[in-house]
Structures are given as structure tokens and as C-alpha cells.
């Protein structure tokens, strides 16, 4: 998190970058700091008090409950996830977009039925099976990338960006 908003502070500083337009993403581990950072707590912890960023997005998000998460920056939240994604449950995702909404923060939640972890990743076009040994961890999951849900991401996080940001 506080890397996130280190960044952010850098960006807004620069003369050629639009301080309002600056947003965050995140992918698996990565989608802490890009979806929580939308938390008021965590903003006013770590951000710079002259800017916040402008949109917070998440593929295969790792959705925890964090205290206060729901007192928003007022800044949409865009959730992208796959139903058979073993590595990063999508049930914790559901519940927490259904309490961001429930407290008026404009959050929404893509679900690809085909989907597994790192759905993006064009260089594993064929499902891989990770098996861990570590007893630590239940089971091992699988990865690959889909192209339908890669390209309707695509498509989505443009298209948002682009009404976010006010771009014809």
C-alpha cells in the first residue's frame, strides 16, 4: 500500500500527467494495494494529501475484509474474475463488491464462467497444474490464459478508463 501511494505521489508531481487521472491496478497479490487503496483509512494513512486515485481495478482479485473498507474514497471499484479460479476465491470477491455497493460505493464485479487465475497471461495457452507440496496450502490450482475473458477485460477496463477519465 504504501508503494501505491508512493507512486502516486511521484505521478502527481510530474508536470505532464493529469494528477485527476491516475488510476491503480492490480493483478492476484498485487490487487491488495489497488482495491484497498480505494479504503479512506488506508488513503489517509499513506496517500498524499493533494490527490487520491481516480479509479482502483482488480483481475482475479485477492479480496479480503480490511476494518473500515467500506468508508470509500468515493472512487469506482471494477472487479474482474474467474468462476473456476482456484487460486483466488471468487466468493470473497462477490461478498465484498455486494458490501461496497451496500454502502454506495460504486463497485461492480465481472465473472467469466471459463476462466482460471492469470486468465491474461498469453504465454500459457494451455492450462497448468500447480501442485504444492507445502502443508501449508490445501490443494494446488491451476492457471492459464482464456482469451474471451482477456478480451472482454480488455475491452472493459478501456472503456471505463475512458468514461473515468471523461475521454472522447
Not at 24 to 34: P, Q
Not at 40 to 49: A, D, H, I, Q, T
Amino acid at each position: 500500500m504504501f508503494d501505491a501511494y508512493r507512486a502516486l505521489g511521484l505521478l502527481a508531481e510530474n508536470p505532464l500527467i493529469d494528477p485527476a487521472r491516475i488510476a491503480i491496478m492490480g493483478f492476484s497479490y498485487g490487487t491488495v494495494a489497488a482495491v484497498y487503496s480505494s479504503s479512506e483509512r488506508f488513503r489517509k494513512m499513506y496517500g498524499p494529501s493533494t490527490t487520491q486515485f481516480a479509479a482502483h481495478i482488480g483481475l482475479y482479485s485477492l479480496c479480503r475484509m480490511f476494518r473500515e473498507d467500506t468508508v470509500s474514497t468515493g472512487k469506482p471499484i471494477r472487479l474482474f474474475h474467474g468462476i473456476p479460479d482456484e487460486a483466488t476465491s471468487i466468493e470473497q470477491c462477490r461478498f465484498f463488491v455486494e458490501r461496497m455497493k451496500k454502502a454506495g460505493v460504486d463497485a461492480t464485479l465481472t465473472e467469466f464462467p471459463d476462466a482460471l487465475h492469470l486468465y491474461d497471461k498469453v504465454e500459457f495457452p494451455n492450462p497448468v497444474k500447480l501442485d504444492f507440496s507445502d502443508p501449508c496450502l490445501e490443494r494446488g490450482w491451476q492457471f492459464g490464459y482464456n482469451a474471451v475473458a482477456y478480451e472482454a477485460t480488455l475491452a472493459s477496463v478501456k472503456s471505463f478508463l475512458r468514461t473515468t477519465f471523461n475521454i472522447k
